[in-house]
């Protein structure tokens, strides 16, 4: 049963509607269900399938291409020689076939291009000479190795520019659709509960799948992280090798900005990593950021300067807290944090992550999801006209308002008491004084549950609760 997902399938069953032929690249990253989002939208009735071999020879990857092509009907088919003649005996199955719409899907597609393959060349001439010119080949291809698929198809400059009739990028699963996968899997959980699993997990549907409905959060995170049968033990640097060819860089990057919350720019994260300030580490950061491990903004007033860049990434970050700074672990290792310093510090910053990843729910509740806005963090030294502060979230909009976002990860609902208003109070006014903006400013609070009524909690103009966060986008 294919959970959420409505957009890209719409997107995939329109290609097989246009009178014309149609080229679609289908990614993301590991784990995200890309191929099972295929198979499931045209219910594995393909005209030809097949899929790439991990780690294989050009002449294992060709005699498993013979495989498929017999497999979908052209017999006899003998091993080709070179890609150029297996686009052949490809566009020969094509022909031959009865479908209206031949809809052909190759997973895995980098895996294909070996060294010295001359992989991409054949595949230009295959959809250059002959697909494009008939008006009956759906072809989707898809894999994991994102910055291979981005490089050589997507932003292709040369056979295949421009070719691309349909890109669709697979973002992980928000909140509402987390909730409709434990629904659909029997697992009665709360919002709360909800909250906790994507904290460590982000919203890949693979991770989720080894939740056990029995088991409560703190135990679920034992028994996938941290028990000896782990299921997600070296998921990290799986993760990251499948996604980028040489993942050296990407993971010095990652593992820096993992020590910054709130980011950092730049010439900071080229001193504190040592690596070469090239194109390939403009690319590098480029490609995180296509895979959403990280998020860059421009600092509050301070546009095309000074581009700040932030790791958001749920798993990775979970990652770094519990793995890198904790050598000794026991298999109850999560469970016995429970109520801890360690594990509401923790919390805290998990949730700040989860927002950002929900800024269009955040924006509808607020009412103003056709208003652009900017999204920042902001933070400011003290000085002797002002103190020191610093913002989780700030929403520019276009719209001349600010909305300052104070982020709390609360069981119950959050108190505001005298001090923690006279801190709110000051927040607002320091932004005032050191940004000097003209625009009016409004504080907004995001719990889990809202904020408790009482004679400080009027100076909040508005907030934003779990349950916002858990709404479909519209």
Not at 112 to 125: G, Y
Not at 371 to 386: E, H, L
Not at 431 to 449: D, E, G
Request: charged share 25%; with cysteine.
């Amino acid at each position: 049963m294919l959970i959420g997902r409505e957009n890209e399938k719409k997107q995939l069953l329109a290609l097989a509607t246009k009178r014309e032929s149609q080229f679609c690249a289908v990614y993301g990253r590991r784990r995200v269900g890309k191929t099972y989002l295929i198979r499931e939208t045209f219910n594995d009735r393909f005209t030809f399938q097949h899929s790439g071999l991990a780690n294989s020879t050009m002449d294992d990857q060709l005699d498993e291409f013979k495989e498929s092509l017999k497999k979908y009907g052209l017999k006899n088919c003998k091993t080709p020689k070179n890609w150029r003649e297996a686009f052949r005996f490809l566009a020969a199955l094509l022909e031959n076939s009865p479908d209206k719409k031949k809809i052909v899907f190759v997973d895995e597609l980098s895996w294909m291009d070996t060294p010295k393959s001359n992989f991409i060349s054949a595949l230009e001439h295959f959809w250059n000479s002959w697909a494009s010119a008939r008006k009956d080949i759906v072809l989707i291809v898809c894999g994991s190795a994102t910055s291979w698929i981005v490089s050589k198809i997507v932003k292709n400059y040369g056979g295949l520019h421009n070719r691309l009739t349909q890109q669709i990028y697979l973002r992980p699963f928000n909140l509402y659709e987390c909730e409709k996968y434990c629904k659909s899997a029997d697992m009665e959980f709360s919002h709360y509960d909800i909250l906790e699993f994507y904290m460590a997990l982000g919203g890949i549907p693979y991770y989720w799948n080894f939740i056990d409905r029995e088991l409560s959060v703190s135990q679920n995170i034992d028994k996938i992280f941290f028990s000896d049968s782990s299921p997600l033990k070296n998921e990290y640097l799986a993760l990251y090798s499948s996604l980028f060819k040489n993942p050296d860089p990407h993971l010095a990057i990652v593992k820096v900005l993992g020590e910054k919350k709130a980011g950092m720019t730049r010439s900071e994260i080229l001193a504190e990593t040592k690596l070469a300030d090239n194109q390939l580490f403009g690319r590098t950061l480029e490609e995180l950021e296509q895979c959403t491990f990280i998020r860059k903004y421009y600092a509050f007033q301070k546009k095309n300067k000074d581009v700040v860049y932030q790791l958001i990434d749920n798993f990775t970050l979970f990652y770094f807290r519990y793995f890198l700074k904790n050598a000794k672990r026991s298999e109850n290792f999560y469970s016995s944090t429970e109520g801890t310093p360690v594990r509401n510090s923790w919390n805290g910053l998990a949730f700040e992550r989860v927002c950002f990843w929900h800024i269009n729910q955040i924006k509808q509740k607020l009412g103003i999801s056709g208003v652009g806005a900017g999204i920042n963090s902001w933070f400011t030294k003290p000085t002797d006209n002002y103190d020191g502060a610093q913002i989780d979230l700030l929403i520019d909009r276009d719209d001349r308002i600010v909305n300052i976002c104070e982020i709390k990860f609360c069981r119950n609902d959050y108190v505001i008491d005298k001090a923690y208003s006279n801190n709110l109070r000051n927040k607002v006014s320091t932004f005032q004084s050191a940004t000097k903006t003209k625009k009016a400013v409004r504080l907004t609070m995001i719990t889990v549950y809202g904020i408790k009524r009482n004679q400080y909690s009027s100076i909040v103009n508005s907030q934003i609760t779990a349950e916002d966060l858990f709404k479909p986008e519209k």
